[in-house]
């Protein structure tokens, strides 16, 4: 068994499959360690060295393929990448469909790394900082479950304008100085305390919209959690009134379908205006 380690990396990955692809070496006889953790059975066999004599013709499409499943964090992370590579080419194409076993593996990881890439631009929550202060203006601090923040986070370049804005995680940031986006593979220390430690100064009217446009008449939790699943409350400002408006719906406020200050109060009775009570009158 041949073991390596492309540092979680696609363009190390990339280098290193062409290489071991030119010598034909089967992907049973590869392991890729990932997140620094090497594969607990694999050898130290030595790879071939120099170039081998096998070239293969692999489809443009194949890489930007194969580049969105690696963004995927789990089990055989490069491994089954290197899987498709082969079979692919080796003339079976079906290797990318998901139709195939192994291509429908390779679809599900590219559609949860879309999915996490959504989830992204839908949950991050901007905090302002005071005016005229050095760095970053905005802020904000994020968990994703694959490594899509570098590439995923080009979507706010276009939305935020010249500002100055930052996005911490606990593995990776990302900090457009208003000109570029500059990704750091390890979060500086300073950016992370920076995300999670502003106040936002609009965070109470935030939470009074947001508590009087729940819908509780139409609450689906599971649905909900579909659309906004619950490892994302804790680092959302709404997040910590989501049990509770949950509750309040099971409890009854389901039924009126209102919240609790507004069902309290009374009707209104709007006054006619002269022509309005004429024709009322006629009508009768």
Known sequence: MINLDCDDLFDIWRQQARWLLSHEVDPSLVSWAS????????SDDSPPEGQGPFQARIPMALL???????????????SLLYE???????????A???????????????????????????????????????????VAWHEAAHDILHSASEHFIGRMGRHRWLIATPRD????????????????????????????????????????IFNPARLNPKVMQGHLPARFWKNLPEGA???????????GKQQDGQASSIKGRGGKRIALGDGERGSAVNSE
């Open 96 to 138: 990318m469909l998901a139709g195939d076993k192994l291509g429908s593996e390779l679809q599900r990881r590219i559609k949860q790394v879309q999915r996490e890439a959504h989830h992204l631009h839908a949950f991050v929550r901007f905090v302002e900082r005071p005016p005229n202060v050095e760095g970053p203006q905005y």
């Open 35 to 42: 997140e620094g953790v090497a594969d607990l059975f694999a």
């Open 241 to 251: 009134l989501i049990p509770g408006l949950i509750t309040q719906a099971r409890t």
């Open 64 to 78: 930007g393929i194969l580049e969105s499943a690696s963004r995927y964090r789990g089990d055989q992370r490069w």
């Open 84 to 94: 498709v590579l082969w079979r692919v080419s080796h003339g079976d194409r079906t």
């Open 173 to 212: 940031g990302v900090y457009y100085d208003g000109e570029q986006l500059i990704h750091e593979r390890q979060c500086p220390i300073e950016w992370q305390k920076l995300a999670q430690n502003v106040d936002d100064p609009h965070g109470d009217m935030w939470l009074t919209y947001y508590s009087h």
